[in-house]
């Protein structure tokens, strides 16, 4: 199993990047998936899940809003796109399945991450 995430980069507060998810070697049809983020001295913090279907979705309380999560089946990825970036967001991002709507950290599998770096 394979989760490969990208769109990560250097942004301005305010700005906005698109995260990126392809799976390999598991089908998302099958599975909730979702986004954390980790920074540098923190926990794991669960930032986002969708269902399987995409009908039901799940935020951090601290996003406020300004990310929102989708998926295609068909292209077996999920993507998080990421309005209003604050240096607080400042984490590297990973996605990992399963994922429930509490976001709790009892993931099965994950990828290598993404960088996000937002500047004030």
């Known amino acids: 199993v394979q989760l490969q995430a990208s769109g990560g980069g250097l942004v301005q507060a305010g700005g906005s990047l698109r995260l990126s998810c392809a799976a390999s070697g598991l089908s998302l049809d099958y599975y909730a998936i979702g986004w954390f983020r980790q920074a540098p001295g923190k926990e794991r913090e669960g930032v986002s899940c969708?269902?399987?279907?995409?009908?039901?979705?799940y935020y951090a309380d601290s996003l406020k809003g300004r990310f929102t999560i989708s998926r295609d089946n068909a292209k077996n990825t999920v993507y998080l796109q990421m309005n209003s970036l604050e240096p607080e967001d400042t984490a590297v991002y990973y996605c990992?399945?399963?994922?429930?709507?509490?976001?709790?950290?009892?993931?099965?599998?994950w990828g290598q991450g993404t960088q996000v770096t937002v500047s004030s």
């Open positions: 990992a399945v399963p994922c429930g709507g509490a976001l709790g950290d009892e993931y099965e599998y």
């Open positions: 969708t269902s399987t279907s995409g009908s039901s979705t």
